[in-house]
């Protein structure tokens, strides 16, 4: 016999709904493997740039010696020979879903991380089954929106601070309806799709769930990678169904070897809590933050709605602003994030805002920051300038070449004479990449960020 409360309608349509919830999951996506859109095409290809001097061709280089046994796993395969586009190492993928290509090294560890927890999420039983193991308890949710609406004050003793947040996420989003109505439809859109969450869901405890499986499988909890997002909501909407450990959801998963986000460890205590908040709270948090850094409102608006970060990414993209707050041309900073039009570029700009907060120049002050030719300038005392590059190979492309040459040009120019440039370089350089900039008088320095904590 199906139990049923005052109000609420018996156990069976309610079970519907959190099948329906975990229906919604999205594994499709028109086809395809990553959430977020594509730069708009250009009308016609860049013309080939003659550069005077030397150059060179990307060298591939083997998947092997760049990920070790993690070139080959269960469910997915890479290309034994790793293409570069003379700054990053393009990977090729095979998996169950199909192939595609992951541009830089930290994003094809990101990746790999991904397809593991994705397969782990897949050896459990079937949506189904989750459902018939929880039993009686899966209408526990629902009983306790229940309990929360016809007894307020009871519900609030049983855990203040919870419900509390539960009613800031609900006055946000009646907010909202309220703003659509008075906007005649048409209000002013805050973040991009992609981060839509859903009432119900938020209510009901699924996003947090989501969260703190997506930590125990080492991912981000609303990565744009669409398999394992669907698999995530699905199994996060049933574990909060049926009240079940998350351990119970998956096994052990391994992490994979080197750091895919550096200077984590430098993050402040609002960060840590904003990120434990679902995306409509957290980027209400980071818009206040960045309000309070003097940043611009049209930079604030850029870096809301942009897709090519998480929302994981954005608040701790605020964070390591924040830890900058002292320093002159923040807003460039900022705006060098927040204007990043492809996924690659994007995480780049993250992993260089990582390495900045963790002061790795041996003094805590930068005196300025300024960015040239997409490259952030770092000022520090004693006229001295240094160029952030974000490279997995630097290669002295002819693209590269011009590029670089007009970074050079430009800077010298803007400079005291006697002053001193510097170049570093995340990852590694061509002996050919080495040699020119040293003949334009930089002192080059490469593997920069592998010593961020």
Same mark, same amino acid.
């Given at each position: ?21 975990? #229906? ?12 977020? $859109? ?67 090294? #930290? ?204 929302? $994981?990414?954005? $608040? ?12 002159? #041309? ?54 001295? =300038? ?34 001193? =440039? ?32």
């Amino acid at each position: 016999m199906s139990r049923t409360f005052p109000g609420l309608s018996s156990v069976g349509p309610i079970m519907l709904l959190l099948v329906l919830l975990a #229906g919604c999951a999205s594994t499709g996506n028109d086809g395809k493997f990553f959430d977020y $859109t594509s730069p708009p095409a250009r009308a016609a290809e860049a013309p080939t740039v003659k550069s005077k001097g030397p150059t060179e061709a990307p060298k591939a280089q083997p998947a092997g010696t760049l990920l070790g046994t993690y070139q080959m796993g269960i469910g997915y395969a890479i290309q034994p020979d790793v293409a570069s586009n003379g700054r990053y190492n393009v990977y090729t993928f095979t998996t169950k879903a199909g192939s595609y290509t992951v541009t830089g090294d #930290g994003l094809a560890r990101k990746h790999i991380q991904e397809l593991l927890a994705l397969e782990a999420l897949k050896k459990r039983s079937p949506a189904g089954e989750f459902i018939q193991g929880a039993g009686g308890a899966v209408v526990s949710p629902v009983v306790a929106v229940y309990r929360t609406v016809s007894d307020p004050v009871g519900s609030t003793k049983a855990g203040y601070s919870n419900i509390e947040r539960k009613v800031h996420s609900i006055q946000r989003r009646m907010s909202g309806a309220g703003e659509f109505v008075t906007t005649l439809g048409h209000p002013e859109q805050k973040q991009p799709d992609r981060e839509d969450d859903s009432l119900i869901e938020t209510f009901v405890g699924i996003a947090k769930t989501k969260r703190r499986l997506a930590a125990q499988l080492k991912v981000d909890p609303y990565t744009h990678y669409v398999p394992l997002a669907g698999e995530l909501d699905k199994v996060a909407t049933y574990s909060a169904a049926g009240g079940f450990g998350i351990d119970k959801a998956i096994g052990f998963v391994p992490g994979v070897g080197g750091a895919i986000i550096s200077g984590l460890g430098t993050l402040d205590s609002v960060t840590d809590r904003t990120l434990d908040t679902d995306p409509s709270e957290s980027a209400a948090v980071n818009r206040d933050r960045l309000a309070n850094l003097h940043v611009p409102e049209a930079t604030i608006k850029r870096l809301s709605l942009t897709d090519k970060l998480t929302p $994981t990414e954005k $608040t701790q993209a605020v964070g390591y602003l924040a830890s900058l707050s002292v320093t002159s #041309g923040l807003s460039e900073l900022a705006d060098f994030i927040a204007s990043s039009d492809t996924r690659t570029s994007a995480f780049a700009a993250l992993q260089t805002l990582a390495y900045l907060s963790f002061r790795p120049f041996g003094i805590e002050r930068i005196d300025n920051v300024q960015i040239i030719e997409g490259v952030p300038i770092i000022g520090v005392a004693g006229n001295k =300038k240094m160029a952030i590059v974000t490279s997995d190979e630097l290669a002295w492309t002819p693209h590269n070449a011009d590029w670089l040459r007009r970074l050079d040009r430009t800077l010298t120019r803007s400079m005291e004479k006697g002053g001193q =440039k510097e170049i570093r370089i995340s990852g590694g350089a061509s002996v050919m990449a080495r040699q020119q900039l040293r003949s334009h008088r930089w002192v080059v320095k490469v593997n920069s960020f592998a010593n961020v904590p």
